[in-house]
Nanobody
Framework: QVQLVESGGGLVQAGGSLRLSCTAS????????MGWFRQAPGKEREFVAS????????YYADSVKGRFTISRDNARNTMYLQMDSLKLEDTAVYYC??????????????????WGQGTQVTVSS
């Protein structure tokens, strides 16, 4: 069974940092572009960042550019999202996702096939 499992969420003060992890099981994702998305209460799920299969290319939403860093370790079948300078508006459930093999990095939610269950990030003042 293929699973993506997020971890690392929690409560942090504005200006603080968190590091999310997404660990895959059931198959290797070393050939898949992957991404992070988030969904705040009452809002649609939105793109945060994506990374190519080898980590060589990354892409960020304007709202997180310069504050968040996406990376991956294919040997560990794990993707990360380092979140710095967190703001109140970063509060959301964060989801990791993977495209089917050979797919390019994308910010389009409909192009992702595998999804994790999400991890809550709450930024307080």
């Amino acid at each position: 069974q293929v699973q993506l499992v997020e971890s690392g969420g929690g409560l942090v003060q504005a200006g603080g940092s968190l590091r999310l992890s997404c660990t895959a099981s059931g198959r290797t994702f070393s050939s898949n572009a992957m991404g992070w998305f988030r969904q705040a209460p009452g809002k649609e799920r939105e793109f945060v960042a994506s990374i190519s299969w080898n980590g060589g290319i990354t892409y960020y939403a304007d709202s997180v550019k310069g504050r968040f860093t996406i990376s991956r370790d294919n040997a560990r079948n794990t993707m990360y999202l380092q979140m710095d300078s967190l703001k109140l508006e970063d509060t959301a459930v964060y989801y990791c996702a993977a495209r089917l093999p050979a797919g390019w990095i994308s910010h389009h939610i409909e192009e992702y096939y595998y999804w994790g269950q999400g991890t809550q990030v709450t930024v307080s003042s």
